[in-house]
């Protein structure tokens, strides 16, 4: 039976163990191997996961859990050549954050910065090899540099390659793949908010690839997300990407500029790649790349481009290669130049209607359209579009799919605004809203609700690619008294913005939108509107923001009672709503009271269980506050409360209900009534023959007396 319950708690421990990792921290920046114990190396902490054993002053990897090694900021120097990677790792560069500033992007976080973490050599060898073992390689917050090979300049992998938050310049194939090379079957990269930057290759300065296995083509993943590939190339290299195989291409919210293939190539070559090849891209800007044109391909499946800007390149911006199959086309929304007529099946009626063509225009100018590469925020470099814009700005549907740009700029919950082409969103003056939410009180304590809708509204930008320009990502204005420029455009009657200035350290909090309708409720189908809008430091007025709310009543609460009915006594008056209250609905609260006309002029309690061993007997009784149809009966005035039988000992209770003056009603609450006979027959002990007072009947006594004291208790 033991070994069965073993057995049983396998999967979860080996669950546990698939989520465990270890890490190992590198502690120089020198490219040691065994001969300093005193600290742990990359090249040491490499081999101790290989091996599994400890190594030179790093602790060893472990066979089942993820093997992470940690380095901080600085330069890592291989001198012993490659890095031959044996089991599946993990290389971290210190996150790159500035934890003292606000991201211009995302200011409710720290500010990203740019990899502080760099892994280099002095040419003549690459820096990470995998293709042996097919081990999984993961980068992170990383600059690899200057890495040399015939195949791989930086990466010769044999398996899957996560390339994430990092950055790869100055790497160099003679062969191909100036940064990375794929080998054999299933070897993938995905990459994201990571840049390629001036790689150089014969074929692929970016990525090449193995073309067919013993088994026929060889299978390959590039999945490439918020990333930016530029200045990649020269006139010696054939391409950027050289694809091959069976290939998936997956490009999202990234930029492709300024880089340098041959004619005969492609920046985006697919034109070795076999029949099942798919390529994806959506929400991208492939600009100002030179000689090569953008997209090459001749025997693929399928294609599929939507809110794409193929435009501005020094060459075609595609090619379809002679003795090209008929493909499958997807796409739509997007601006293309030197692109349908050679590569006529990128064209159905579809996408015809929904296609800026520059083919046949004559002011398609570069400088109209996009600023300078840049940053403008992010941690890539990319296109923004400028105002000028006649075919990038504002040119994808209203309701675009894709609303968090390359700069992870979020935009998801503008209302109305069209998006742009290409892989970045403008930030114009926007109320940021969402049309389908309505704002209630139901979780506060109060009918009064305060939000801080300015938080996610985006003031428009500048086209200066730097944030050490104040306000290059834009700003809302402070006006001279020091509060926010905002103003409420409708519902004005209810609505205000509660500025929060007036200390040094709320001083620059943005404004609250209060909304008080003075109590008053409104029922579903009944929401009201407040509308505003806000000023940003560049003179640019916002879009209005529309905000629905309904003020709900909160229901009163109706508190447990216990009363003690004296021996000898014939009745009991009863104030069972002295302790109950509609705190809920703060200052507008409020219970009903006799004679309120608003409950039915003091009807406003409603007994739920009637007691058993007695009867309630009220001043006056009607119908229930807003019960007229169901004819439920409420008691006002003065209640009492009358036993069956004043002599018996007894226990009676009953519940009760309570109304406020919105007509609402609380939870039940019970009322104890115990007779002083049964207490003291309760309380009263002894030892036969003895006549001695418990230490029961001493705790019973004293607690007769606080019922006597205190003729009600709040439970």
């Known amino acids: 039976m033991k070994t069965l319950k073993y057995l049983a708690l396998l999967p979860l421990l080996l669950a546990v163990q698939a989520e465990a990792a270890i890490r190992i921290p590198v502690t120089t920046v020198v490219d040691e191997f065994g001969e300093n114990t005193a600290n742990c190396s990359l090249r040491e902490a490499v081999h101790a996961i290989n091996t599994l054993k400890a190594f030179g002053g790093c602790r060893a990897g472990d066979r089942y859990l993820t093997n992470i090694i940690s380095l901080e900021k600085g330069t890592y120097l291989l001198t012993k050549?490659?890095?031959?990677?044996?089991?599946?790792?993990?290389?971290?560069?210190?996150?790159?954050?500035?934890?003292?500033?606000?991201?211009?992007?995302?200011?409710?976080?720290?500010?990203?910065?740019?990899?502080?973490?760099?892994?280099?050599?002095?040419?003549?060898?690459?820096?990470?090899?995998?293709?042996?073992?097919?081990?999984?390689?993961?980068l992170y917050n990383l600059i690899l540099s200057k890495g040399e090979a015939s195949l791989g300049g930086a990466v010769f992998a044999g398996g899957q390659v996560l390339f994430n938050n990092s950055i790869a310049k100055q790497n160099k194939a003679t062969e191909a793949g100036?940064?990375?090379?794929?080998?054999?079957?299933?070897?993938?990269?995905?990459?994201?908010?990571s840049t390629i930057e001036n790689n150089i290759s014969p074929r692929g300065a970016m990525v090449s690839m193995s073309c067919a296995n013993d088994l026929g083509a060889a299978t390959h993943n590039l999945n490439i997300t918020r990333s930016s590939i530029i200045n990649n190339g020269s006139i010696d290299s054939k391409n950027i990407i050289d694809g091959c195989g069976a290939l998936a291409v997956n490009m999202s919210l990234s930029t492709v500029g300024q880089n340098t293939g041959k004619v005969e190539g492609g920046i985006l070559d697919l034109s070795n790649a076999g029949f099942g090849t798919v390529l994806t891209i959506d929400h991208s800007t492939l600009v100002k790349n030179n000689t090569a044109p953008v997209i090459a391909y001749q025997k693929i499946s399928t294609i599929s481009i939507s809110n794409t800007a193929i435009a501005f390149n020094n060459g075609l911006g595609c090619i379809e290669r002679s003795g090209s199959n008929k493909l499958n086309f997807i796409g739509t929304f997007n601006t293309f130049e030197n692109v349908l007529t050679?590569?006529?099946?990128?064209?159905?009626?579809?996408?015809?209607?929904?296609?800026?063509?520059?083919?046949?225009?004559?002011?398609?100018i570069f400088e109209q359209e996009f600023t300078p590469l840049g940053y403008y925020g992010g941690m890539t470099q990319t296109y923004l579009p400028k105002l000028t814009s006649k075919y990038i700005l504002d040119k994808a549907p209203t309701e675009c799919t894709q609303r968090i740009d390359q700069r992870d700029s979020n935009t998801s919950f503008a209302v109305?605004?069209?998006?742009?082409?290409g892989s970045v969103e403008r930030r114009i003056a926007t109320a940021i809203y969402d049309k389908n939410l309505t704002f209630t009180n139901e979780k506060s304590l109060d009918r009064i609700i305060e939000l801080n809708v300015l938080e996610n509204d985006i003031p428009s930008e500048t086209d200066n690619p730097e944030d050490t320009i104040e306000n290059a990502r834009g700003a809302i204005r402070k006006l001279s008294n020091g509060q926010y420029d905002v103003e409420i455009i409708s519902g004005n009657e209810y609505c205000s913005f509660k500025h929060r200035n007036d200390t040094e350290e709320t001083k620059n909090l943005y404004p609250l939108l209060k909304i008080d309708t003075k109590g008053v409720t409104q029922d579903i189908g009944q929401e009201q509107k407040c509308v505003y809008r806000f000023t940003d430091t560049i003179?640019?007025?916002?879009?209005?923001?529309?905000?629905?709310?309904?003020?709900?009543n909160r229901t009163p609460n109706a508190m447990n009672d216990s009363y003690l009915l004296e021996a000898g006594r014939s009745n009991l008056a009863l104030n069972i709503t002295a302790n109950d209250n509609d705190d809920n609905d703060g200052i507008y609260g409020k219970l009903c009271?006799?004679?309120?006309?608003?409950?039915?002029?003091?009807?406003?309690?409603?007994?739920?269980?009637?007691?058993?061993?007695?009867?309630?007997?009220a001043e006056k009784s009607g119908i229930c506050p807003n019960r007229k149809t169901e004819e439920l009966t409420c008691l006002g005035g003065k209640l009492t409360y009358y036993p069956n039988n004043t002599l018996a000992p007894f226990d009676d209770s009953f519940t009760y209900i309570v109304y406020d003056i919105d007509k609402s009603s609380s939870n039940d609450a019970t009322v104890t009534i115990v007779s002083q006979q049964r207490l003291q027959e309760q309380t009263t002990g002894s030892v036969a023959g003895s006549g001695s007072v418990t230490l029961l009947s001493l705790f019973s006594v004293t607690l007769l007396g606080l019922y006597r004291r205190f003729r009600k208790v709040n439970v």
């Open 178 to 193: 100036g940064v990375f090379y794929l080998e054999g079957n299933l070897s993938s990269i995905s990459m994201n908010s």
């Open 539 to 552: 003179n640019k007025i916002s879009t209005e923001g529309e905000l629905n709310f309904r003020i709900v």
């Open 81 to 138: 050549g490659e890095l031959v990677i044996e089991r599946s790792l993990s290389v971290e560069g210190i996150n790159p954050i500035d934890k003292e500033t606000y991201d211009s992007i995302n200011p409710d976080k720290a500010k990203r910065i740019l990899p502080q973490t760099e892994i280099t050599t002095n040419g003549g060898h690459r820096l990470f090899n995998s293709a042996k073992s097919g081990a999984a390689i993961s």
């Open 342 to 364: 050679t590569c006529p099946q990128l064209q159905t009626t579809l996408s015809a209607a929904n296609t800026n063509n520059l083919d046949n225009v004559t002011d398609d």
């Open 593 to 617: 009271t006799d004679g309120d006309v608003r409950c039915n002029n003091g009807l406003y309690i409603r007994i739920v269980t009637e007691p058993k061993n007695g009867r309630i007997v």
């Open 416 to 421: 109305n605004i069209k998006c742009d082409i």
